[in-house]
T-cell receptor, first 115, second 116 residues
C-alpha cells in the first residue's frame, strides 16, 4: 500500500527550462510534506517543505505547490540547471503517519537536466 | 566532517552472517532513524528512536534489531543476513525539541550492503 506515489520514474529537461516533479498521496491525514534531493553515493538532502495550512512555499529557484483536495503536490525548479540532476523524493508526515515524525517516502523521480 | 556518519560505507557478506551497521551524529538531535532503499520503492523505515530508552518498529522491522547506545549512536543489526536484505541503508536524525514533529530529517551517506 503505497501512500505516497511518484508516478514518473524519470524526467529530462533542457537547461534553463522549468522542471516539474509530481507526487500524489492517499492519506488525507498527512499534514507536512517535504522534498529531498539525492546525488549518487550520498544521502538524501532536505530541499524544501510545506505545511498543509499553505498551498505554496518558495525558496529561490524551488517552489512547492500543495493541492489538498487532489492530494497532490509538485516541485517546480526554475530555471533548471545541470547541477539539479539528481533523484528527487517527496515525503509526507504528520497525523497520517502516527504523528511521530516518521516520513513516508515516494519512490523517487530521476531528473536529468541537459546542458 | 559529516554530521551523520555511517560505517561501513560498503559491505559484502554471506547469508547467515551477523552484521552491524553503525550510525553516529554530532548534531545533538534527539531522534534517530534507520531506512532502507530498494530500487523502485523509495526509502522505507526500519526502526526509529525518540531517545535512548525509546525504540520503535517501523514498516519493515522483521529480521532487524537496533540499539541506541547513546544519544549520538544508533546501530542496526541483521542477526542472520539473507539475500533479500541486500539494499542501501540510511541513518537519519531529527531535532524535535525546537518545533514539534515538523522538522526535516538529516541523512548520512548510506551503507551499501550486499548479501551473497
Amino acid at each position: 500500500d503505497q501512500q505516497v506515489k511518484q508516478n514518473s520514474p524519470s524526467l529530462s529537461v533542457q537547461e534553463g527550462r522549468i522542471s516539474i516533479l509530481n507526487c500524489d498521496y492517499t492519506n488525507s491525514m498527512f499534514d507536512y510534506f517535504l522534498w529531498y534531493k539525492k546525488y549518487p553515493a550520498e544521502g538524501p538532502t532536505f530541499l524544501i517543505s510545506i505545511s498543509s495550512i499553505k498551498d505554496k512555499n518558495e525558496d529561490g529557484r524551488f517552489t512547492v505547490f500543495l493541492n489538498k483536495s487532489a492530494k497532490h503536490l509538485s516541485l517546480h525548479i526554475v530555471p533548471s540547471q545541470p547541477g539539479d540532476s539528481a533523484v528527487y523524493f517527496c515525503a509526507a508526515s504528520g497525523i497520517g503517519s502516527g504523528n511521530t515524525g516518521k516520513l513516508i517516502f515516494g519512490q523517487g523521480t530521476t531528473l536529468q537536466v541537459k546542458p | 566532517d559529516a554530521d551523520v556518519t555511517q560505517t561501513p560505507r560498503n559491505r559484502i557478506t554471506k547469508t547467515g552472517k551477523r552484521i552491524m551497521l553503525e550510525c553516529s551524529q554530532t548534531k545533538g538531535h534527539d531522534r534517530m532513524y534507520w531506512y532502507r532503499q530498494d530500487p523502485g520503492l523509495g526509502l522505507r523505515l526500519i526502526y526509529y528512536s525518540f531517545d535512548v530508552k525509546d525504540i520503535n518498529k517501523g514498516e519493515i522491522s522483521d529480521g532487524y534489531s537496533v540499539s541506541r547506545q547513546a544519544q549520538a549512536k544508533f546501530s542496526l543489526s541483521l542477526e542472520s543476513a539473507i539475500p533479500n536484505q541486500t539494499a542501501l541503508y540510511f541513518c537519519a536524525t531529527s531535532d524535535t525539541r525546537q518545533g514539534g514533529f515538523f522538522q526535516p530529517q538529516h541523512f548520512g551517506d548510506g551503507t551499501r550492503l550486499s548479501i551473497l
